[in-house]
């Protein structure tokens, strides 16, 4: 069996190719990687949860390579930084050039107020409220 399951791999790496992003198959169909057919198959809550721990692991790379002083915050105040790059990616993050400011220098009360204030807060809603409750109070929300 296991010259069958190693054979297989092979074969339909080959057959399939591999597409990191998704695109539409030969009949319509959203397809990602070795053609999982996303439409009629999607994913399992497993890849789901380990999807989310490689963008989570590369949101918080991306902060720590491009946001070296936040190391410095507390785990919750580090948190919203790494939620909000996971949501926006971490170019508009940066364009929150206000907020960043005011977190670096401990003012967490204005830092909070400033993302309100932001486009991004209007779409997401509670999502953004939640997080600068978290900035004000450096605890989970």
Not at 19 to 31: E, I, M, P, Q
Not at 101 to 109: E, P, R, T, V
Request: aromatic letters at 8%.
């Amino acid at each position: 069996m296991t010259s069958t399951i190693i054979g297989i791999f092979d074969q339909l790496k080959r057959d399939e190719g591999l597409r990191l992003t998704a695109y539409k198959d030969s009949v319509g169909k959203l397809t990602i990687g070795y053609g999982r057919n996303l439409d009629d198959k999607g994913i399992t809550q497993d890849e789901a949860e380990c999807m989310l721990h490689n963008d989570v692991r590369e949101a918080a790379e991306q902060v720590n390579n491009l946001i070296p002083w936040a190391k410095d915050l507390s785990d919750a105040r580090l948190g919203v930084l790494i939620n909000m790059v996971f949501n926006l990616g971490i170019q508009s993050l940066l364009l929150f050039r206000n907020t960043l400011a005011l977190i670096q220098a401990g003012d967490y009360d204005k830092a909070a107020e400033e993302m309100l204030k932001s486009k991004w807060a209007y779409q997401v809603g509670p999502r953004a409220h939640r997080l600068a409750l978290q900035l004000r109070s450096g605890e989970w929300q």
